[in-house]
């Protein structure tokens, strides 16, 4: 019998696992799937490393800088602001506290007003001061009504925070929580946005290296839990002192009764091979014209050089559920939108895959993060972990499955 079975071989099973092991508790990761990772996948296709929808790591994350070693990951950097689409040219957004040779074109930039501009700067410096467990104990309201209440034009809104929050946030119509909001915004001008070299599938594999070899058993799919153990698929049964759920919030509803599955948010991406990157430089691309179906672009082998071969480069291009024409259309209609974009050069660019992602994050609008942490315990013997218990993002998977653990160690040494 093992002391802890955790269920999902994701970063926040896996985060859960190495606290426990470092709690002298025996501890078996129990995974569905033929590799670890849970939604952080990188899959390889004809050389390109395509993870399963765009994803990055933000360095300031407190957790994520506490259990990830950043120098062996590789680390490569994008250029701190975006190129948006507007009136259809392609115009620069810099941040000139982190990229001050940006600031003239940043401020000639027409997605807003000077005063917009500025208003960036004091959001910055407001979000910024104090600790930053700060920005949970903010007034939380939607991100949209944050925004106006910061006195953001609608236009600098529509044309920057809804494509720029859209891809972060997966959310443009920015009904998100401002708490989340607040906190992604100061991690991202706190830190480099980044990609491991070998895609961001590197995080979670870099956390299960470190467990013992036989840790983590795959194509181990978990049909029932109790308190006593669980129930594989086949009708296996695994013995435990206590059992730790750390799937994605539907699939842990589903195996625990009781526990309210969240909403979703979800995300498509579209993967192309080109012989050319159609922007040279290591950046975010975003539609400030909202014609969609694309949310943003992003050229991967420009920030990491290991995501395609020599020779080609890899284009990523997001679209949210709101601008999802349906499959077989959506390729296409990103194909026009991108050739309108960037020319003729799109006509031969080789699609690659295409991936859907329904629950890409669990939905935060408000009340969701009024308690910035629910519960890990969820009745004797069952515990819960994930990003669904804090908030949406590599630091709140992480975090949760350090705070389950910690709650599993007290209460085994107390029984």
């Known amino acids: 019998m093992a002391d802890v079975a955790v269920v999902g071989a994701g970063l926040a099973g896996l985060a859960a696992a190495r606290e426990l092991l470092a709690r002298d508790l025996d501890v078996t990761v129990l995974e569905a799937g033929d590799d670890v990772g849970g939604r952080v996948r990188t899959d390889v296709v004809e050389g390109f490393l395509l993870d399963r929808g765009f994803q990055v790591l933000l360095e300031a994350y407190p957790e994520a800088a506490r259990v990830l070693d950043y120098a062996v990951l590789d680390l490569h950097a994008f250029q701190p602001g975006a190129v948006v689409r507007v009136g259809g040219r392609f115009t620069r957004v810099d941040d000139p506290f982190r990229r001050p040779a940006g600031l003239a074109a940043t401020l000639a930039s027409p997605v807003g007003t000077l005063a917009d501009k500025a208003r960036v700067g004091l959001l910055r410096q407001s979000l910024r001061s104090g600790p930053v467990e700060r920005v949970w104990t903010l007034p939380e309201r939607t991100t949209l009504a944050e925004l106006h209440a910061r006195g953001f034009s609608s236009r600098f809104i529509d044309r920057f925070f809804r494509p720029f929050l859209g891809g972060v946030l997966l959310d443009d119509r920015l009904e998100t929580s401002s708490r989340q909001f607040a906190?992604?915004?100061?991690?991202?001008?706190?830190?480099?946005?980044?990609?491991p070299c070998a895609g961001i599938a590197a995080l979670p594999r870099q956390l299960a290296a470190g467990l013992p070899p036989g840790t983590v058993r795959l194509g181990r799919a978990v049909t029932a839990v109790d308190r006593g153990g669980v129930?594989?698929?086949?009708?296996?049964?695994?013995?435990?002192?206590?059992?730790?759920?750390?799937?994605?919030?539907?699939?842990?509803?589903?195996?625990?009764?009781?526990?309210?599955?969240?909403?979703?948010?979800?995300?498509?991406?579209?993967?192309?091979?080109?012989?050319?990157?159609?922007?040279?430089?290591?950046?975010?691309?975003?539609?400030?014209?909202?014609?969609?179906?694309?949310?943003?672009?992003?050229?991967?082998?420009?920030?990491?050089?290991?995501?395609?071969?020599?020779?080609?480069?890899?284009?990523?291009?997001?679209?949210?559920?709101?601008?999802?024409?349906?499959?077989?259309a959506l390729e296409p209609a990103v194909r026009g939108q991108l050739r309108g974009w960037f020319g003729a050069q799109v006509d031969g660019w080789r699609h690659l895959r295409t991936y859907r992602i329904p629950h890409a994050q669990p939905g935060q609008a408000p009340p969701a993060l009024e308690r910035p942490q629910r519960p890990v315990r969820l009745a004797r013997g069952v515990y819960v972990c994930g990003d669904h218990r804090d908030n949406a993002s590599i630091n709140g998977a992480l975090v949760s499955g350090r705070r389950a653990a910690a709650t599993v160690a007290a209460d085994l040494a107390r029984s």
């Open 183 to 195: 906190f992604v915004f100061r991690m991202f001008s706190e830190g480099d946005v980044s990609l």
């Open 231 to 328: 129930t594989l698929a086949g009708g296996e049964r695994v013995d435990a002192r206590a059992v730790v759920v750390a799937t994605e919030g539907p699939a842990a509803a589903a195996l625990v009764p009781g526990l309210a599955a969240p909403s979703s948010q979800g995300v498509a991406c579209v993967y192309y091979a080109a012989d050319a990157p159609p922007v040279q430089e290591p950046v975010l691309v975003l539609d400030g014209e909202g014609g969609g179906p694309v949310n943003n672009v992003v050229v991967p082998s420009q920030v990491a050089p290991g995501y395609a071969p020599a020779g080609a480069a890899l284009v990523s291009a997001s679209v949210l559920p709101s601008s999802d024409p349906g499959d077989p």
